[in-house]
């Protein structure tokens, strides 16, 4: 029987960890898959199509980003820690149904995917646009 009482919530969620470690575990396991995957069982099938159509190939780019090289390693060690917090704090602690703890996460992804695509970009988009872009 857990307590009931806020007193320490601190305490109460390590005597969890440490009581029940493969409980633990399996629940962070499953929190983390449902952070990453964001996919909803409330959710229309379309949106839940849209959000794997959309997301999953983002992360794969932002995972191709990540293994690129950069001048900037302490900025990539700052956004890299910032991500891993998040995503520890929420397999830890919360419930993330609402997605909401994703949100923060989403510009660190958009950033490293924009890393894997921004060298393919000119042979992406049309020469006069590329060469308004130069201009700029």
Same mark, same amino acid.
């Given at each position: ?33 449902? *952070?990453? =995957?964001? /996919?909803? #069982? ?9 959000? @794997?159509?959309? $997301?999953?190939? +983002? ?41 909401? *703890?994703? =949100?923060? /996460?989403? #510009? ?9 695509? @921004?060298?393919? $970009?000119?042979? +992406? ?12």
């Amino acid at each position: 029987a857990w307590p009931t009482t806020g007193d320490s919530l601190f305490r109460d969620l390590a005597r969890v960890w440490f009581e029940e470690p493969v409980y633990a575990l399996k629940l962070a396991a499953a929190k983390l898959t449902a *952070f990453v =995957l964001t /996919v909803r #069982p409330y959710h229309q099938w379309w949106y839940n199509v849209l959000i @794997a159509a959309t $997301l999953y190939p +983002l992360y794969v780019l932002a995972a191709l980003g990540v293994r690129r090289g950069s001048r900037d390693q302490h900025g990539k060690v700052l956004l890299l820690t910032f991500v891993t917090m998040q995503t520890f704090i929420v397999m830890v602690t919360f419930d993330d149904w609402s997605g909401r *703890f994703l =949100l923060p /996460v989403l #510009p660190v992804v958009f950033v490293f995917s924009a890393a894997t695509l @921004a060298p393919h $970009l000119p042979a +992406l988009v049309p020469t006069q646009l590329c060469a308004w872009w130069r201009r700029q």
